[in-house]
């Protein structure tokens, strides 16, 4: 199993560019289903979960050519299926996105249902509701969501949570519905944002992007367009985060202060010295770390895709923190790898306790998701001698060149091949 091997004590200093952001990318792909005509993505992130997103879109009959840069060039006319199997969901639950563009489409979707993840049960009842309210027949059986609508006829969205998923099935669904849609409750990320920006873009009618309430009047057809994915926020995040824990000096590039606000303010209050540069964010990172309480909210809060990271950071204050998890059932799994590595860090149901130490060793840890995978290699980066980090497929499937972006800026991380490859390469 590949590893990352890192060796704590250096600073970061110097400049590294954000990708395109993988929560925005995944649902601009979904949203060529939609289209009558080619949908060229810029900015798009290399990373697994884009390929996936590609493998589902080929699997319905699309033309997906991911081989020009950082392109995505989707030619939708071949669109014929309407089934997203259970191998490619239960690889990536963001698939389930597919689902209100198909039923715009094809008035048809038979979509595996994609099950939980370590960070908690990832329910999926707001998108069958939201979608049923916009006159979708669904039914759920034998671990697929089946999903019949003649023509999608425009109606009231309540969601009682501000789901991002559950209102961009909703918000592809209802801009060729017939008649109006409002949604109530709608989530506000900015990868909600870009995704109605770019729906606009090819001749639907929102009103209210970006705020709770999502107006949408249906009509015929969308066309093609060409459309440049926002940057990734949360990687942003967890590059400034890596400079502030190591005392460095980090500048990236193409980050969007207005999307990170809260993150900012979170960083400052832990001492950390942000400014904003003419093309994207500067973090200055010294000691002493200070502690800071957060607590995780949908958009504008304070994002739980950046909870991990900011633990690592806060498990080095000269003081106590508390963050609260807000939105997801189970996502301080990865507390206990941190304490592997000399943490003091305590769950406390929704809450995690963290009291400041002054140094952290570096031990082999398994990353248990994405993000908390992210986190443990944050911790790395100032841990006592050489940090293990297995489980990195976790990593690459929401981080373009992870290793590469932080060697640039001073890192000492490198790629271990899976051991096993490799003597198999040998015996050739
Ligand atoms: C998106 O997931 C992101 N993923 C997640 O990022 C992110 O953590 C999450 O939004 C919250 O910001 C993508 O965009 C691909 P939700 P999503 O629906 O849409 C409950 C990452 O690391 N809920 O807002 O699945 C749900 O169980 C990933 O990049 C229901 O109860 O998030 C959860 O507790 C991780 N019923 C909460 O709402 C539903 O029908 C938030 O889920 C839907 C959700």
Redesign the pocket.
Known sequence: MEKFLIRGGRKLVGTVRVAGA??AA??LMAASLLADGPIILTNVPKIKDVYTMASVLNRLGGLVDLDYRDQAVIDPSSYSGYEAPYELVSQM??SIIVLGPLLARAGRARVAMPGGCN??????????RGLEALGADIEVDRGFIDAKARRLVGGPVKLD??????TENVLMAAVLARGATAIENA?R?P?IVDLATMLVEMGAKIEGIGTSTIQVEGVDRLSGVTHEVIPDR?EAGTLLTAAAITSGDVTVEGACLDHLEVVVAKLSDAGVKIQATPDGIRAVGRRPILPVDIATL??PGF???MQAQIMALLSLAEGTSVITEN???NRFIVADEFVRMGCDVRIDGHHVVIRGVKAISGVPVKAPD??GGAGLVLAGLVSDGVTEVSGIHHIDR?YEDLVGKLRAIGADIGRLPDINKVEALDSL
């Open positions: 993988k929560n995944l649902k639950r963001a960070i908690g049960s990832r329910k999926i009842d707001l998108h069958i949570f501000p789901s991002v998923g559950a989530a990320e990868e949360i949908p958009y994002p739980t895709d939105i997801f059932e994405l993000r929401g």
